[in-house]
C-alpha cells in the first residue's frame, strides 16, 4: 500500500564484503549522523585531526584540535581567511589557509587547504513568507551559530577584515533584518555584509569554476538555498545573465503548507508555482534564439542532497561534499522526476529513514527537487551535475582578494587626489581590466577601439574648452570625477560586448556582462555607472523611467548622462566601422557647437548617425550641435539635377554646368 517505505525503490547499500566490525563501525557512524545532523554536517574533525577513534569524546578532541591550529597560526595567520555564510536554511563557516607565499599573487583558480568546515542548521528564513520578518527563535538561533564561528575562526588566529561574514536571502527579503544586524553586532562583534541576488549568483558561479571548466559554450549554474534559487549564465566562461527567484526549499515548503502538504495535495500547485515563476523569470540567449544551455551545474544543500539519493538509489552511499560526490556523474531529468515520485509516496515519518537523504532535509527536499525539475524542463536539458562547494567559495575569493590587494578602498581614500601616480596608476589597471573583459567576450577590436579614441577626443576637447553643461547644476561639469576619463575609455572598449549574447538589445546585454564582471580595480559604484553607460550607448536616454538610472545619486546620474551622450556620438561616427574618421576638433559658438569631422573618405553616414545620436549632448549643453566634414576627403561630383542626400555636407560637392 501506498506510503510504505519498501515502496520506495531505493536499494540498500552493499555490505555483504564487509567484515563484521567495519558494519557495526558505519552503522555507528550512521546512526550519529541521525541523530546529530548539524555534527555530523561539519568537516572540522577531518581536516584538522586524523579520524577520531571510538570512544573519544568528540567535543574533547575538537577543542584540542583547535587549540592545536591556534598553536601553530602565529606564523600562518596572514595567510589564514574565513567566511561565515548566512543562509536562509543554514549558518556555515569556512577557513583556509593559502599556500605560503601566494597571500599577494592568488588567483581563482588555485587551491586552498580547507583548514575547517562548519555547519548549523538555524532555519533563518523559517516563517519569512508569511511575516516577511524573520523569527525570533531562528534569529536567536542563528545569532548564536554566528558568534560560536567567529569564536573558532579567532581560535585559528582569523580575525577582520580576513573573516568576514556575509547574508544572502533571508536577510535580504526581512523588513526587520536591522534588528538582526544589531543582535549579530552585540552578540558576535561582527559586521554583516548582505549581498544582492546578483552577487549571490556571481560568487556561485567562481565556485563551480573552480571545479568545473565553464570556458566553452553555454553553462548554466544553479544555486538553491531555503529562500531562493539564483540562475547564472555564462558563454565561454564570461556571465552574461543572471536572475534571483524566490524559490528556496524553505520558502516553498513553507508557503504550500508544510512538509505533508507540500508534498502532498498542494504539491501541484507548488509545481505550477515554479512553473510560472521560472517561466517568466529565466530566458535563455543565444545567436538570436533561445538555446539551451550544454552544461548546468547545481550548488546548495539540494543538490548535494540529490547528490546522496541518487547514489543510493544505486546503492552506493556518500557524504554530501566529498570527493565521492564529485567524482558522482550527473543525475538525469529522469532520475529526478523518479525520486520525487517515489519520495512524495511516503509520510515524512518514514521519509527519514530513506537511504541517502539527511534528516534535515527531509521535509523539504520535496520542494527543492521540484523546482530543480522544472528548471530543467525550462531549458530544455537532460541531466545536471553537482557541486558541492558553494557562494561561501566566491565570498572566500573576494575576502581574500581585498584584504591582500585593498585597491578599491585605497581609491576611495584618493577620490579627491588629482596628480599622484598611483591615481595614475589606478586608471591604467581599471582601462586594462575593461580590455581584457572585452578581449574575453571577443569584441570587435577595430571599432570599439575607434569608438573609445574618439570619445576621448572629444572629451578632452570639451573639457579643455570649458564647454559649459547647462543641465543639472552646478555638479554636472567635465571631468568633476577623476575617474571620469577612465570609465569614459572603458565603456568605449566595451560598449558592445553584448552581442555576445545577441545582437538585438545588445546594449542591455553589455550592461548585465559588466555588472557581473571580475573587475578588481573598479568600485561596485563604479563598475554599476560603466555598465549603464554602455547601456545608454543607443536606443533610449538616460531616464528615471528605469530603476536602475533612478537607484543613482544626482552626481552619479549627472556622470552618466555626460558620458553616455559622448559616447553616444562616438558610436555614431564609426557607424559604418569602417574607422573612416581620423580625428574630430571641436568649435564652440554662441548658439551652436560644431565638430568638425576629419575623415579620409567619404563619411556622410558617420555624419548622419553622429546627428541623430546626438540629442543626448544637445540637451546637455543647451545649443544645436552640428557636424562638418572636413576638405581633406575627395568631393563629389554630380550632373545637372541631381537629387543628393541631406547628410551630404555640400562643401564637398562639385556640380557639373547644365550642357557639359
Not at 544586524?181 to 559586521?191: E, K, P, Y
Not at 599622484?420 to 569584441?443: G, I, N
Request: proline residues 4%; hydrophobic residues 40%.
Amino acid at each position: 500500500m501506498p506510503g510504505r517505505l519498501t515502496n520506495l525503490q531505493f536499494p540498500m547499500p552493499q555490505r555483504a564484503s564487509k567484515p563484521a566490525a567495519s558494519r557495526a563501525a558505519s552503522h555507528a557512524a550512521h546512526a550519529n549522523e541521525r541523530a546529530a545532523p548539524v555534527k555530523a554536517a561539519s568537516m572540522i574533525e577531518a581536516k584538522i585531526v586524523a579520524p577520531m577513534p571510538s570512544g573519544i569524546d568528540h567535543a574533547r578532541s575538537l577543542s584540542v584540535a583547535i587549540e592545536n591550529a591556534h598553536a601553530a597560526s602565529a606564523a600562518e595567520a596572514s595567510r589564514r581567511f574565513a567566511v561565515i555564510d548566512i543562509g536562509s536554511n543554514s549558518v556555515r563557516l569556512m577557513v583556509v589557509a593559502l599556500p605560503e607565499g601566494e597571500t599577494d599573487r592568488f588567483s581563482g583558480g588555485q587551491a586552498w587547504t580547507v583548514l575547517c568546515e562548519e555547519r548549523s542548521m538555524t532555519r533563518l528564513a523559517h516563517g519569512l513568507s508569511e511575516t516577511r520578518e524573520l523569527a525570533s527563535e531562528s534569529m536567536a538561533g542563528s545569532v548564536e551559530a554566528i558568534a560560536r564561528f567567529v569564536t573558532i575562526a579567532e581560535k585559528f588566529g582569523v580575525r577582520p577584515p580576513r573573516l568576514r561574514a556575509f547574508a544572502t536571502a533571508a536577510v535580504r527579503d526581512a523588513k526587520n533584518r536591522s534588528d538582526f544586524l544589531s543582535l549579530v553586532r552585540d552578540r558576535a562583534g561582527i559586521g554583516i555584509e548582505i549581498i544582492s541576488g546578483l552577487e549571490e549568483g556571481k560568487f556561485t558561479h567562481q565556485s563551480v569554476e573552480r571545479a568545473f571548466d565553464l570556458t566553452h559554450g553555454r553553462c548554466a549554474v544553479v544555486d538553491i538555498g531555503g529562500g531562493s534559487m539564483e540562475v547564472v549564465f555564462s558563454h565561454d566562461g564570461v556571465i552574461t545573465d543572471s536572475t534571483s527567484m524566490p524559490l528556496g526549499a524553505v520558502r516553498l515548503t513553507e508557503q504550500f503548507g508544510g512538509a505533508d502538504e507540500a508534498a502532498g495535495k498542494r504539491w501541484k500547485d507548488l509545481r505550477e508555482y515554479c512553473q510560472r515563476t521560472i517561466d517568466r523569470s529565466v530566458r535563455v540567449h543565444g545567436a538570436g534564439e533561445d538555446v539551451p544551455p550544454h552544461t548546468l551545474v547545481g550548488c546548495g544543500g539540494t543538490f548535494n542532497t540529490l547528490a546522496t539519493l541518487a547514489a543510493a538509489s544505486r546503492g552506493i552511499m556518500i557524504t554530501r561534499g566529498s570527493q565521492a560526490q564529485r567524482d558522482l556523474g550527473p543525475v538525469t531529468r529522469e532520475q529526478l522526476k523518479g525520486l520525487i515520485s517515489q519520495l512524495r509516496a511516503v509520510p515524512l515519518a518514514e521519509r527519514l529513514r530513506v537511504p541517502g537523504l539527511p534528516s534535515d532535509r527531509a521535509d523539504i527536499i520535496i520542494a527543492g527537487l521540484s523546482a530543480v525539475e522544472r528548471l530543467m524542463r525550462h531549458l530544455g536539458v537532460g541531466h545536471v551535475h553537482t557541486h558541492p562547494g558553494g557562494v561561501r567559495e566566491g565570498l572566500m575569493l573576494k575576502v581574500i582578494a581585498e584584504a591582500s590587494k585593498p585597491t578599491v578602498a585605497s581609491r576611495r581614500g584618493q577620490r579627491h587626489v588629482q596628480d599622484s601616480d598611483a591615481l595614475r596608476d589606478l586608471r591604467e589597471a581599471m582601462v586594462s581590466e575593461a580590455r581584457e573583459l572585452a578581449k574575453a567576450c571577443r569584441y570587435e577590436q577595430s571599432h570599439s577601439e575607434q569608438v573609445a579614441k574618439l570619445s576621448l577626443q572629444l572629451f578632452d576637447q570639451l573639457a579643455s574648452d570649458a564647454v559649459e553643461i547647462v543641465d543639472q547644476g552646478s555638479f554636472n561639469r567635465w571631468g568633476l570625477d577623476p575617474f571620469e576619463r577612465a570609465m569614459l575609455e572603458a565603456a568605449g572598449v566595451l560598449h558592445d560586448i553584448g552581442i555576445m549574447v545577441q545582437y538585438r538589445q545588445h546594449h542591455k546585454h553589455s550592461a548585465t556582462i559588466v555588472r557581473h564582471a571580475d573587475l578588481p580595480h573598479w568600485s561596485d559604484r563604479d563598475r554599476e555607472m560603466l555598465a549603464l553607460i554602455c547601456r545608454y550607448h543607443r536606443r533610449s536616454e538616460p531616464g528615471e523611467r528605469h530603476e536602475d538610472f533612478a537607484a543613482l545619486t544626482p552626481v552619479d546620474k549627472a556622470l552618466v548622462r555626460r558620458l553616455s551622450a559622448v559616447l553616444r556620438v562616438a558610436d555614431g561616427l564609426d557607424r559604418s566601422h569602417a574607422r573612416v574618421v581620423r580625428e574630430v576638433r571641436v568649435r564652440k559658438g554662441k548658439q551652436q557647437l560644431t565638430v568638425e569631422v576629419h575623415a579620409t573618405n567619404h563619411a556622410h553616414e558617420e555624419r548622419r548617425a553622429a546627428r541623430d545620436k546626438g540629442g543626448l549632448l544637445e540637451t546637455l549643453l543647451g545649443m544645436d550641435v552640428e557636424f562638418e566634414l572636413e576638405r581633406d576627403v575627395p568631393e563629389i561630383a554630380t550632373i545637372p539635377g541631381a537629387r543628393m542626400s541631406k547628410d551630404v555636407d555640400h562643401r564637398h560637392v562639385t556640380r557639373a554646368k547644365a550642357g557639359k
